[in-house]
């Protein structure tokens, strides 16, 4: 699988969908490098094979509420669903009561974290690491909340933030390479 996806993913996903203004703040990597960069960092998790079999299912977190979460989780569900070898699973928030329990019956072993507005991560993070999933995002803060994996801008450049308490206790084990490459965040690791 991972060389599947690591080999795919130099393929570029093509036009992005508008998204509102607000998000650049939020998100300030665009959904279409965010997605080849976090699926191939899902390449360098030791752990993910044993995790998962056939395609790479992502669940993708949004707010159908919040027109921002809903707009960015559309374009990342849109980018995945063109990666052969993975495949995108909304998941709202605002019409779901018990979301360890979604997880648990999922077959995701990633978790992308739109966009929240009014929302603890917390939670998120715990029934993430109930189910063994790994979660990734596209807003830089969330990293420092407890979420595994993701991406800001430096110098104009996409920059890859492992919090790795909350990696280890997703049960991710990434590789030194891996590692070497990102910027290591000591945020909460948000333990269930």
Excluded: H
């Amino acid at each position: 699988m991972a060389c599947r996806l690591g080999l795919r993913l130099l393929v570029v996903l093509g036009a992005a969908a508008a998204v509102p203004a607000l998000t650049a703040q939020e998100v300030p990597v665009p959904v279409r490098v965010q997605v080849p960069i976090l699926l191939r960092i899902m390449t360098f998790d030791r752990n993910l094979p044993q995790r998962s079999s056939g395609d790479l299912v992502v669940a993708v977190l949004y707010q159908s509420r919040n027109r921002t979460a809903l707009a960015i989780a559309e374009e990342v569900s849109r980018a995945i669903g063109s990666v052969a070898g993975a495949e995108a699973v909304g998941i709202d928030l605002d019409n779901i009561s018990d979301l360890r329990a979604v997880l648990a019956q999922s077959r995701a072993r990633v978790l992308y974290v739109s966009p929240l507005r009014g929302v603890d991560i917390g939670p998120i993070v715990q029934a993430s690491r109930a189910a063994g999933i790994t979660t990734v995002t596209g807003v830089p803060r969330y990293v420092d909340e407890g979420v595994a994996i993701g991406l800001d801008l430096k110098a104009d450049r996409p920059e890859i933030l492992v919090n790795l308490a909350a990696a280890r206790a997703e049960g991710a084990d990434f590789t030194a390479q891996l590692l070497k490459l990102a910027r290591l965040v000591q945020g909460e690791s948000r333990k269930p």
